[in-house]
């Protein structure tokens, strides 16, 4: 049990369609990452956010966009959903921006785009 | 690059032995390391970390090894259980970085 929660647990969007998965961080942590592992394979970065901002991002296309909220929760929005979409979307957590403390990870949001 | 794996890896050990995973990573300038257990259907459950400072560090049942002249990590596991098998995936990070990198994962089957 790590903390972090994530909801939906799973869900089916059509291809063109938005979706927005969220993400709350385990108490006390301040930096939310969001991660997309395709089926296989190992997660790949997204983004982070730090103190509300994005403060990161990976090799990712601007159709996907995040928030943190002040009480550190997050959302990540993915708009004109495409198949290659279809994913496990992980949630980390961890305290104190980039510096070497532990990442902790949800269960994860499982999406799959028809 | 970043690491990415299509086809895992698979190590087989009969219930007790000892399991060592192993992993290559690929930035020489990584200050931080985690092992990551992925059960099916389940998000990376953290095992153990180690920093670039140390070669060596012991969690319960568990070490992890660190050479960083040949950019090599290892996970050992002692008296190897079934409820270990999983997939376990290596990652790395540098302190100035935002991301973790993770490798390519293997796929650890623990026979009865």
Redesign the interface.
Known sequence: E?G?T?SPTHLIKTRGQQVTLRCSSQSGHNTV?W?QQAL??????IF?Y?REEE??R?NFPPRFSGLQFPNYSSELNVNALELDDSA?Y?C?SSSG????N???????S?LTVV | GESVGLHLPTLSVQEGDNSIINCAYSNSASDYFIWYKQESGKGPQFIIDIRSNMDKRQGQRVTVLLNKTVKHLSLQIAATQPGDSAVYFCAEKEDSSYKLIFGSGTRLLVRP
């Not at chain 1, 532990?102 to 994860?108: A, D, H, P, S």
């Open positions: 790590t972090v994530q990452s991660y296989g394979q190992g997660p790949q970065f982070q730090y403060n990161g990976g496990l992980l980390a921006g980039n510096s070497g532990t990442i902790y990870f949800g269960e994860g499982w």
